[in-house]
C-alpha cells in the first residue's frame, strides 16, 4: 500500500526557508518520477515541481522557479523541496505525490503538510 | 505554459442525476490528462488518467472521454459520496498545470 507522509511544514517569516519531506513506503521509490503539489487556503491545486525517479531531472512553476528546489534521497526513500525566500503567497498546503511509472500521471498523493508565511 | 479551465465553476445536481464537467486546454495536449476528485479535508484521488482509463477501484458511473484540447468527465448517477471538487490536470508537458476545478453539489 502507497504511503506517502509529509513533514517540515509550519509557520514562518518572509524570506525565510524551510525543507520539506515525504517520507515514502509501500512501493519501490527509486522507480517512481515523485512531485509536489499544493494547495492554497480555499484554492485549487497548484503544481510545484516534479523529479525524475533517478534525481537527474527537475522541473519546476514557474511561480516558485528559483526559490524551490525539489531532490529526492532514494536510499532513505525521501523526497524535499528546499523552500526560500518565503512570501505570503506560498501559504498552503503542500502535497507529495507519486507519478505512475507506466505513463506521467499522478497516482498516488499525500496528506499534505501546512507552510504558513507569515510574520 | 498550458492553461486548463474547467466549466462551470459549480454544478448543482440532484443525487441519482447525472453531471458532465468539461476540461478544455488552450494547446492540444493528446490524451494526455487525468481527472481527480477531492473531498474538504482530504487528498485528491485518480479517478480517470488517459483521458478515458478508469483508474483502480473506480466505479463505472465515472467516465471520461475527448482528446486534443476538449475533455469531459461524466458521472452517470450521483451518488452522495460524490459530491466533491473535480480537477483535471494536463501531463503532456512541462510545467504540469491543473484545472482550476469544479465544485459538484448537491441541488
Known amino acids: 500500500q502507497v504511503q506517502l507522509v509529509e513533514s517540515g511544514g509550519g509557520v514562518v517569516q518572509p524570506g525565510r526557508s524551510l525543507r520539506l519531506s515525504c517520507a515514502a513506503s509501500g512501493f519501490t521509490f527509486s522507480s517512481f518520477g515523485m512531485h509536489w503539489v499544493r494547495q492554497a487556503p480555499g484554492k485549487g491545486l497548484e503544481w510545484v515541481a516534479a523529479?525524475?525517479?533517478?534525481?537527474?531531472?527537475?522541473y519546476y512553476a514557474d511561480s516558485v522557479k528559483g526559490r524551490f528546489s525539489i531532490s529526492r534521497d532514494n536510499s532513505r526513500n525521501t523526497l524535499y523541496l528546499q523552500v526560500t525566500s518565503l512570501r505570503g503567497e506560498d501559504t498552503a498546503v503542500y502535497l507529495c505525490a507519486r507519478e505512475s511509472n507506466s505513463d506521467w500521471y499522478i497516482d498516488s498523493w499525500g496528506q499534505g503538510i501546512q507552510v504558513t508565511v507569515s510574520s | 505554459e498550458i492553461v486548463m479551465t474547467q466549466s462551470p465553476g459549480t454544478l448543482s445536481v440532484s443525487p441519482g442525476e447525472g453531471a458532465t464537467l468539461s476540461c478544455r486546454a488552450s494547446q492540444a495536449v493528446s490524451s494526455n490528462l487525468a481527472w481527480y476528485q477531492q473531498k474538504p479535508g482530504q487528498a485528491p484521488r485518480l479517478l480517470i488518467y488517459?483521458?478515458?482509463t478508469r483508474a483502480n477501484g473506480i466505479p463505472a458511473r465515472f467516465s471520461g472521454s475527448g482528446s486534443g484540447a476538449e475533455f469531459t468527465l461524466t458521472i452517470s448517477s450521483l451518488q452522495s459520496e460524490d459530491f466533491a471538487v473535480y480537477y483535471c490536470l494536463q501531463y503532456y508537458t512541462w510545467p504540469r498545470t491543473f484545472g482550476q476545478g469544479t465544485k459538484v453539489e448537491i441541488k
Open positions: 488517459r483521458a478515458s
Open positions: 523529479i525524475f525517479a533517478d534525481g537527474n531531472s527537475k
